[in-house]
């Protein structure tokens, strides 16, 4: 179908208003609005993405009770086992985002990466339900691990790294393909678009929120198998409801052959080649191409690729003004993301040590029900629930009010406000902790690491809290970010690039408790986080990293302030 095929110029500006550049339907047809796109087809794959949640969080909320209970392993070992397998899920996302905008393109990238997916929850299962790995096998600590097929335990990781690749080539693509299915080119649907990102996050924490106060239930007290094989269930709906919407999506057309990789990578090779070059031939060449004032003066050295030997010419491989803007892109994005990692490492705690404080605190509601210490995550998804259409309907009007801006404020205000957030949070972790040490003393607990120690759990809550309202800021802002600054064609690598912030925290994480594991255990010493955490120390370790956060705030700051948006619309 063409524009030149419509017999009458009314039919054919008619035509060219409805139609979405740079977007096809299932047909392979130009997309229409009308047709296609749109909040019908987002509500799909919002659906997907809840159920994917509720799957990935049945495996992460409750895990380090899974391997300090049924495999036995100590609370710090547990702790770097669940960092790296969740620095590894947010990592993978590169290389799915890789393939997906290089070869096989956002749906079919999703189509497989949900059999992966449900396939490594099966597998998952089975290793649970075997009765190697049953509880009734469990002696006590030491033994625990001797009492385990190493075979069904090699199972069990595989599975659980299967589930890590899955996510990899279903979280970069379905977060991009549900942002594709808004014209960043209509004002009406750019405004929808900064919204889609909301109610993304809302359905994601929706979702893990249930997650974790349905599944850590049956975890706990009815059984790992069942408590894994409902998530695999569940998948195989999402793929249902995935595939029921295929008529309705907008997919995105590559506008050039050439990998974007590849033109970007020509970019950093040429201005290699020309570094002797000098600053007057730069400028010369800069006013011959016509290269933007405000950008030129931002990463100057990249100008040098507008200029190529005599022999690269007439191979015809001169980059364009274009592919250097591009390259600039993605060279700005880089201290944002490095100086996001800390808050990263902050949010890898949550499902770790938050959850080992809480066993230890008085859980039970009413005589014979005894809330599960992962559960306590639900707080950080119901604060989000609560707080982003707060957000929405009332904090963006206020401030679109006060600085004109669409959004309210920027995105990098929101991702700072949030770090903010984060640093405090850590300061009242610390100070709740410093609390609950002082109890067990007074309470003579110190040595007795399996009693109660007599404090309500309630304490707890207003780090969970403050976790969740910092996500609201940092996290969705980074996701609405690392979208809208990268190369159209670069999209799904945008938001892996957001995952992979969370992923390398979790990395870092675990590297900064081996480390202080090692510094302060030993010879006898009990260490920060010794498996009697009566006699750990992790209120210093909170105090550590809000230091660490408001560090890190301080050099996003410098660089944020010096930030150059890609696009208006990042306004």
């Not at 995105?411 to 972790?429: E, F, H, N, P, Y």
């Not at 707890?460 to 609405?480: H, K, M, N, R």
Request: glycine share 8%; charged share 15%; aromatic share 14%.
């Amino acid at each position: 179908m063409s524009i030149s095929d419509v017999p009458y110029m009314e039919s054919q500006t008619l035509l060219v208003e409805s139609t979405v550049d740079g977007a096809v339907d299932y047909k392979g047809n130009p997309a229409l609005k009308g047709n296609s796109g749109g909040w019908r087809s987002a509500s799909f794959i919002i659906g997907v993405e809840v159920a994917e949640r509720f799957a990935y969080f049945g495996i992460s909320c409750n895990l380090i009770t899974y391997l300090t209970g049924t495999l036995g392993q100590s609370t710090a070992t547990a702790a770097e086992n669940v960092n790296a397998w969740s620095g590894t899920s947010q990592l993978l996302p590169l290389l799915g985002a890789f393939v997906a905008d290089s070869f096989l393109g956002r749906y079919r990238t999703i189509l497989i990466a949900s059999l992966v997916y449900i396939l490594g929850l099966g597998l998952l299962t089975l290793s649970a339900v075997l009765p190697s790995l049953s509880t009734s096998n469990y002696v006590d600590t030491n033994k625990s691990m001797s009492c385990c097929s190493k075979l069904v335990v090699i199972l069990f990781f595989f599975s659980l790294y299967l589930v890590a690749v899955a996510q990899g080539g279903h979280k970069p693509c379905l977060q991009a393909f549900g942002a594709d299915q808004f014209d960043g080119e209509d004002p009406e649907e750019r405004k929808t678009k900064s919204s889609f990102f909301n109610w993304w996050f809302l359905g994601v924490c929706g979702g893990g929120t249930l997650t974790v106060l349905v599944l850590s239930y049956i975890q706990d007290n009815l059984s790992w198998g069942l408590g894994f094989g409902i998530p695999c269930i569940l998948m195989i709906f999402a793929l249902g409801i995935f595939l029921l919407g295929t008529r309705t999506y907008r997919y995105s057309i590559k506008r050039d052959e050439k990998s974007p990789f590849l033109t970007i990578g020509e970019v950093f090779v040429a201005a290699v080649r020309n570094w002797r070059t000098t600053p007057s031939t730069i400028v010369i060449e800069e006013d011959a191409h016509g290269t933007p004032r405000y950008s030129s003066d931002q990463f100057k050295f990249l100008n040098k690729a507008l200029l190529s030997p005599d022999y690269y010419k007439e191979e015809g491989k001169v980059c364009t003004v274009s592919e250097v803007e591009e390259a600039k892109e993605f060279l700005r994005l880089v201290p944002i993301w490095a100086t996001s990692l800390v808050y990263a490492i902050v949010y890898a705690q949550s499902s770790t040590f938050f959850t080992k404080q809480g066993a230890t605190l008085g859980r039970t509601l009413f005589t014979g029900f005894k809330i599960p210490a992962a559960s306590l995550q639900s707080f950080i998804g119901l604060a989000i629930i609560l707080f982003i259409p707060i957000y929405e309907r009332i904090f963006v009007p206020i401030a679109r009010a006060l600085t004109t801006k669409p959004s309210g404020i920027t995105m990098l205000q929101r991702i700072g406000t949030g770090m903010i957030l984060s640093a405090i949070c850590m300061v009242v972790a610390a100070l709740v902790e410093i609390k609950r040490l002082k109890t067990a003393e007074q309470y003579g607990l110190v040595d007795m690491p399996n009693v109660t120690i007599p404090m309500s759990v309630w304490w707890l809550v207003p780090q969970y809290v403050l976790s969740g309202i910092a996500d609201v800021f940092t996290l969705v802002g980074l996701q609405e970010f690392f979208y809208d600054q990268v190369p159209i064609e670069l999209r799904s690598v945008g938001i892996a690039l957001y995952h992979s912030i969370l992923g390398l925290g979790s990395f870092l994480s675990s590297l900064l408790i081996s480390v202080i594991e090692e510094a302060t255990g030993g010879n006898g010493r009990d260490s920060w986080f010794s498996d009697n955490l009566n006699r750990a120390h992790l209120d210093y370790f909170y105090w550590l990293l809000a230091g660490l956060s408001a560090v890190a705030f301080a050099i996003y700051f410098y660089f944020a302030k010096s930030y150059i948006y890609s696009r208006q619309r990042a306004m």
